[in-house]
């Protein structure tokens, strides 16, 4: 990746306690995953002014692979180099940091995502269409008539229904800790208290165990989205109870211009999806591959 021309730029690191400042220039999940310990970020300042930011950690899976969260520049300043100059610097850190054994390299993005694909492919980065990831809106005005909200689920006997607000902090640590040992630990204690705690819902058991939530986040003005939904193996069912108070208590609270983003990573939630809520827009990712053992 080759730049003839860089701004003068001065670069800073994002850690855990400068996430929520940097937050204007970051996604939601990238703030959740700074904030978590779980990803690390780099900020691009410019005449005293931040103009660009990125988010990226290691895969799960592989941790010779960097993923991209989050890259964004400011639009004002966009089409001069910034985005290049930030995702360079960051990837040489990387690359110093692991004495070289960064393999490659990964992110995925919306296809209208200003900038992005011509970004990434002069940086190198083979570009498809990811086959499995997909993003679905709708405004909130369209609940009311939703298949999810007609169905007519109630709470199972023995069970307790929560909000996130009124979960006791016990409650809390269980659900991440139930979280974690389903390999959802993206979600921590810390970004749950930045949830939307009255919209967001934790079903309990007769043991007061947690068996299924609908965890919602603000992103951005007039958008929220579906940062968690878990359902403990084999209670299904109890999904949609926690999926209709969320529903309803979004409905109540915010107006019906209001976008309510839902993610996927695969097919059977991404048909889920579709069947719920039939009405949303679906939009599929982009991913862009940069091999570095070439």
């Given at each position: 990746?080759?730049?003839?021309?860089?701004?003068?730029?001065?670069?800073?690191?994002?850690?855990?306690?400068?996430?929520?400042?940097?937050?204007?220039?970051?996604?939601?999940?990238?703030?959740?995953?700074?904030?978590?310990?779980?990803?690390?970020?780099?900020?691009?300042?410019?005449e005293?002014?931040?103009?660009?930011?990125?988010?990226?950690?290691?895969?799960?899976?592989?941790?010779?692979?960097?993923?991209?969260?989050?890259l964004?520049?400011?639009?004002?300043?966009?089409?001069?180099?910034?985005?290049?100059?930030?995702l360079?610097?960051?990837?040489?850190?990387?690359?110093?940091?692991?004495?070289?054994?960064?393999?490659?390299?990964?992110?995925?993005?919306?296809?209208?995502?200003?900038?992005m694909?011509?970004?990434?492919?002069?940086?190198?980065?083979?570009?498809?269409?990811?086959?499995?990831?997909?993003?679905?809106?709708?405004?909130?005005?369209?609940?009311?008539?939703?298949?999810?909200?007609?169905?007519?689920?109630?709470?199972?006997?023995?069970?307790?229904?929560?909000?996130?607000?009124?979960?006791?902090?016990?409650?809390?640590?269980?659900?991440?800790?139930?979280l974690?040992?389903?390999?959802?630990?993206?979600?921590?204690?810390?970004?749950?208290?930045?949830?939307?705690?009255?919209?967001?819902?934790?079903?309990?058991?007769?043991?007061?165990?947690?068996?299924?939530?609908?965890?919602?986040?603000?992103?951005?003005?007039?958008?929220?989205?579906?940062?968690?939904?878990?359902?403990a193996?084999?209670?299904?069912?109890?999904?949609?109870?926690?999926?209709?108070?969320?529903?309803?208590?979004?409905?109540?609270?915010?107006?019906?211009?209001?976008?309510?983003?839902?993610?996927?990573?695969?097919?059977?939630?991404?048909?889920?999806?579709?069947?719920?809520?039939?009405?949303?827009?679906?939009?599929?990712?982009?991913?862009?591959?940069?091999?570095?053992?070439?």
């Amino acid at each position: 990746m080759k730049y003839e021309e860089l701004p003068e730029v001065q670069l800073y690191g994002i850690g855990p306690d400068e996430a929520d400042h940097a937050a204007p220039l970051l996604t939601a999940e990238a703030v959740i995953a700074i904030k978590n310990q779980e990803a690390f970020g780099m900020a691009l300042v410019e005449e005293g002014e931040a103009r660009a930011a990125v988010c990226a950690g290691f895969s799960p899976e592989d941790d010779t692979i960097l993923e991209i969260i989050s890259l964004y520049v400011a639009p004002a300043y966009r089409r001069r180099g910034l985005g290049g100059t930030l995702l360079m610097e960051l990837l040489e850190d990387v690359m110093a940091e692991t004495d070289g054994g960064l393999r490659g390299v990964t992110a995925s993005f919306l296809p209208e995502t200003d900038g992005m694909e011509a970004l990434l492919s002069r940086a190198g980065f083979m570009i498809g269409s990811d086959e499995q990831a997909r993003t679905f809106r709708l405004p909130v005005a369209e609940l009311v008539d939703s298949p999810l909200l007609k169905q007519k689920k109630s709470v199972p006997e023995g069970y307790l229904l929560r909000t996130l607000k009124g979960a006791s902090d016990t409650t809390l640590r269980q659900l991440a800790e139930e979280l974690k040992r389903n390999h959802l630990d993206d979600l921590g204690l810390e970004q749950m208290e930045r949830a939307l705690s009255d919209c967001s819902y934790v079903l309990l058991n007769e043991n007061l165990e947690p068996k299924a939530c609908a965890i919602l986040h603000a992103q951005g003005e007039n958008e929220i989205y579906l940062s968690q939904f878990f359902v403990a193996e084999g209670s299904i069912a109890t999904g949609m109870v926690v999926l209709q108070s969320a529903a309803k208590a979004v409905l109540d609270r915010f107006s019906g211009e209001t976008v309510l983003e839902i993610p996927t990573l695969t097919e059977s939630s991404a048909g889920l999806v579709k069947k719920l809520l039939p009405a949303s827009q679906s939009t599929g990712l982009m991913r862009a591959v940069l091999d570095l053992t070439r």
